[in-house]
Antibody, heavy 121, light 108 residues
Framework: EVQLVQSGAEVKKPGESLKISCKGSGYSFNSHWIGWVRQMPGKGLEWMGIIYPGDSDSRYSPSFQGQVTISVDKTISTAYLQWSSLKASDTAMYYC??????????????WGQGTLVTVSS | EIVLTQSPGTLSLSPGERATLSCRASQSVSSSSLAWYHQKPGQAPRLLIYGASSRATGIPDRFSGSGSGTDFTLTISRLEPEDFAVYYCQQYGSSPPTFGQGTKVEIK
């Protein structure tokens, strides 16, 4: 059974750094793209970016390029989403998903349970 | 990037009724690269349809997708109580992938 298990909720102050995680199991982790989707409070879904664990090739949405870093540790089947300096506007639920990728894009076929990030002074 | 517009914003129906949801793209979606998800309150999205019309693993056949180019439709033939949720379309034919704003299917 494919499972993606995310790290727990975080409460941070503006300017702090953060790294959240997503551990995959039940499938060949190195052979599938994995990535992140943001959902701000009461809003819709926004695709942030993906990474291929086999070679760490990553792709970002222009909206998130330079704002976050997606990384992976394939030895422990875990993907990460990282911020170096959080802003209040980063407050959101963040979902990881396994992505089926094609030449121009991808869709998420399995999703984690979500990690709520709250940034407040 | 491709903008997806979903309609209606809210659909009020009773269990057993048919639901028809629309997703219109600002430009043609190549290779019918369109997916549908639903999201229940407090839960993660779940993939329903990919490739515009292929059901994902474990999705019942009351869910069907159709369309091509710029106009796509998700149909739920007979609504079950567990189908009341928010539905999102997503295109993956052009980078970056983009989502529609969602259609809420609520109990009438």
């Amino acid at each position: 059974e494919v499972q993606l298990v995310q790290s727990g909720a975080e409460v941070k102050k503006p300017g702090e750094s953060l790294k959240i995680s997503c551990k995959g199991s039940g499938y060949s982790f190195n052979s599938h793209w994995i990535g992140w989707v943001r959902q701000m409070p009461g809003k819709g879904l926004e695709w942030m970016g993906i990474i291929y664990p086999g070679d760490s090739d990553s792709r970002y949405s222009p909206s998130f390029q330079g704002q976050v870093t997606i990384s992976v540790d394939k030895t422990i089947s875990t993907a990460y989403l990282q911020w170096s300096s959080l802003k209040a506007s980063d407050t959101a639920m963040y979902y990881c998903a396994r992505f089926m990728a094609y030449s121009s894009g991808c869709y998420g076929d399995y999703w984690g349970q979500g990690t709520l990030v709250t940034v407040s002074s | 990037e491709i903008v997806l517009t979903q309609s209606p914003g809210t659909l009020s129906l009773s269990p057993g009724e048919r639901a028809t949801l629309s997703c219109r793209a600002s430009q043609s979606v190549s290779s019918s690269s369109l997916a549908w998800y639903h999201q229940k309150p407090g839960q993660a999205p779940r993939l329903l349809i990919y490739g515009a019309s292929s059901r994902a693993t474990g999705i019942p056949d009351r869910f069907s997708g159709s369309g091509s180019g710029t106009d796509f439709t998700l149909t739920i033939s007979r609504l079950e109580p567990e189908d009341f949720a928010v539905y999102y379309c997503q295109q993956y034919g052009s980078s970056p992938p983009t989502f529609g704003q969602g259609t809420k299917v609520e109990i009438k």
